[in-house]
């Protein structure tokens, strides 16, 4: 299996040492998730790429959000407050672009209740500047198109880690879509596609380019390296609870994949302290880390 041109395979494979970074959904501990405020703490930080989440809207749009709904990242409950959309949740496939693009994607990150993911939760509220926190207060924040944020990664002479969510779509359709993105913003050699949806594993990757695509899965089942590589994948990402229950067979899966060629990627390392679970990672040899805090996960 012969080498592609592509920036994120070969950093990956090329390591040497402590396992590279990827800043999960940018600087997740400074900044709103998935936004470019982020993503650019995150390079500041000296990450070796950004994981963002990708997902089409009502129109086809394809904007970088995680959830299914826009409630917990923005302030859709206020600003379309009595739509008949909140029922189900105001899902993202339920809105258009033009209504997304209006949403405050900052102000949430701040609350003082501590929300999921928010700078209460990661602990980091009373360390961000009264600046930095005007600035995320100001509504200027957006959630950013597939698109916007790729140019942003090229901008920056950087690489990123696109997940497709699952959703209700054709796969190969979507996937066409998502890498019909990447080449318009020349960037198809900086981009690792990923995703637990086998189906969009497998279109992602029967589609010709210098992009590569790694398999998403909680465990690490029996043949799963067998697997990832029949569906075309180049790389494994795993949950962290994926190892750790049995020494003797996290060092064969580690083996196997050596012998394969497949990077061991693993998700989502925050304990970045002195015997803690990225030291742990460290010492096994996976490839990388990616954690909601690239600033403390840059440790030697």
């Not at 957006?142 to 944020?149: F, Y």
């Not at 019909?180 to 637990?196: C, G, T, Y």
């Not at 002195?274 to 742990?280: E, F, I, L, R, V």
């Amino acid at each position: 299996m012969g080498r592609p041109a592509n920036r994120v395979l070969n950093g990956l494979l090329d390591r040497v040492g402590l396992p590279l970074l990827i800043a999960h959904r940018g600087d997740s501990f400074h900044a709103p998730e998935n936004t470019l405020e982020a993503a650019r703490l995150a390079h500041q930080a000296g990450a070796f790429a950004w994981e963002l989440d990708v997902q089409p809207t009502r129109d086809g749009t394809l904007v970088v959000v995680h959830d299914d709904s826009l409630t917990r990242t923005t302030d859709v409950a206020v600003g379309y407050q009595g739509d008949p959309r909140g029922k189900p949740g105001f899902l993202v496939r339920d809105f258009d672009w033009s209504e997304i693009a209006s949403l405050d994607a900052g102000s949430w990150f701040l609350d003082p209740a501590g929300g999921p993911r928010s700078a209460r939760a990661f602990s980091t509220l009373e360390s961000l500047s009264p600046s930095w926190r005007s600035e995320l207060a100001s509504g200027r924040v957006r959630i950013p198109t597939l698109a916007i944020a790729l140019e942003l990664t090229r901008q920056l002479d950087w690489l990123v880690n696109v997940e497709i969510k699952a959703c209700d779509c054709n796969p190969e359709t979507l996937a066409a879509q998502i890498l019909a993105e990447v080449v318009h913003a020349d960037m198809a050699d900086r981009v690792l596609i990923s995703s637990f949806d086998h189906a969009l594993v497998a279109a992602s990757a029967a589609i010709p380019g210098d992009h590569v695509v790694g398999l998403l899965s909680e465990t690490a089942e029996p043949g799963i390296v067998d697997h990832a590589l029949a569906l075309g994948a180049r790389t494994l990402n795993l949950g962290v609870e994926a190892l750790g229950k049995s020494p003797d067979r996290d060092q064969a899966l580690l083996a196997d994949l050596a012998v394969r060629g497949l990077p061991l990627l693993i998700y989502t390392v925050n304990d970045h302290g002195p015997g803690g679970m990225a030291d742990h990672l460290r010492e096994l040899g996976v490839s990388a880390l990616f954690t909601d805090d690239p600033r403390r996960g840059g440790r030697p």
